[in-house]
């Protein structure tokens, strides 16, 4: 799991307000101190699942205003962020939720499932962001979901490979049954007709969430407009490469090249001047929802 997704687009962290970055860091240590927990070390299942308790007794620490007594340094400056910026801790447990659940969990039977998982992944850093620059109203929230769960979908679909040889399969079950994709193809990295069936239909998903979410870009004012257009197209973007690619993710992770940055660039200056999305989503079968 990528609870950091400007690990793919830095340009996005070029154009983050001064006023932001330290606020911004402090989420992101939080996000970087519990995928540590959750993937790094040695450690058993049964202890990752007890350090992440304590994870969250920190978080009730802060809710209290009361010291940590784990990650003191780190829980101190979250409670200053949280107090300054007046931020709910609700996102910071739902991240504690999904790492949670990522210790134990490694497929995912449908895309119900999978988007419940991205929900508690993926979104609370862009509800975060939103509260940051006060702009967290319903409709930001819920474009602003649908931008982060997009982007962890993206992410997915780069890292199959790497996914796999952690034990882990972030693509509905059911889609690989119905594109008549199994395991072991997957572990053996073949890309035929049928994989190719697969990759085409997630990425529809994927591109349609990112452009339904888009117009979020168009209402944040100032500089964090223009990196929600770079996250946007940057995301879109990464969707172009792996199909340039013929959809093979398994030789090499797809990566934003220097040509494709350049496309980035430009369209997300177009989009700024424009005020206009400029991206249709794709149609999608609705048994495949």
């Known amino acids: 799991m990528q609870p950091d997704h400007y ?16 606020p911004v860091g402090v989420i992101y240590r939080v996000a970087r101190t519990l995928d540590d927990i959750a993937d790094e070390g040695d450690w058993s299942p049964e202890e990752r699942h007890a350090r992440l308790a304590d994870f969250r007794e920190g978080l009730n620490a802060v809710a209290e205003g009361r010291p940590a007594g784990v990650h003191p340094m780190l829980f101190a400056r979250l409670a200053a ?3 300054e ?5 609700a996102p910071f447990y739902d991240l504690v939720a999904a790492f949670d659940q990522d210790i134990d969990t490694t497929r995912y039977a449908d895309r119900s499932g ?7 992944s993926a979104n609370p850093v862009g509800r975060l962001m939103l509260h940051l620059i006060h702009e967290a109203t319903p409709e930001n929230l819920a474009d602003s979901d649908a931008i ?21 399969i972030y693509l509905p079950l059911a889609d690989l049954q119905r594109h008549g994709v199994t395991e072991p193809q997957i572990a053996a990295g073949v890309v035929d ?22 117009p979020l870009a168009l209402r944040v004012p100032g500089r964090c407009g223009l990196e929600l257009c770079s996250v946007v197209h940057g995301g879109l973007r990464m969707l172009e490469v792996i ?18 940055w350049a496309v980035l660039l430009l369209r997300t200056a177009a989009m700024w001047v424009s005020r206009r999305v400029g991206v249709r989503a794709p149609a999608i079968e609705s048994n495949n929802a």
């Open 7 to 22: 690990d793919d687009f830095p340009v996005a962290r070029v154009l983050l307000p001064k006023a932001l970055r330290a």
């Open 193 to 214: 007709d049928a994989w190719r069936g697969l990759m085409a239909n997630e990425i529809a998903h994927a591109r349609a969430l990112m452009v339904s979410g888009a």
């Open 148 to 168: 982060c769960t997009a982007l962890q979908l993206i992410t997915f679909l780069q890292d199959v490979g790497a996914d796999w040889r952690r034990g882990r």
């Open 243 to 260: 199909e340039r690619n013929d959809y093979d993710v398994f030789r090499a992770r797809p990566v934003l090249r220097a040509p494709d």
């Open 114 to 120: 999978l988007l419940d998982y991205c929900r508690r």
């Open 81 to 83: 962020v949280v107090r």
């Open 85 to 89: 910026c007046h931020l709910p801790l």
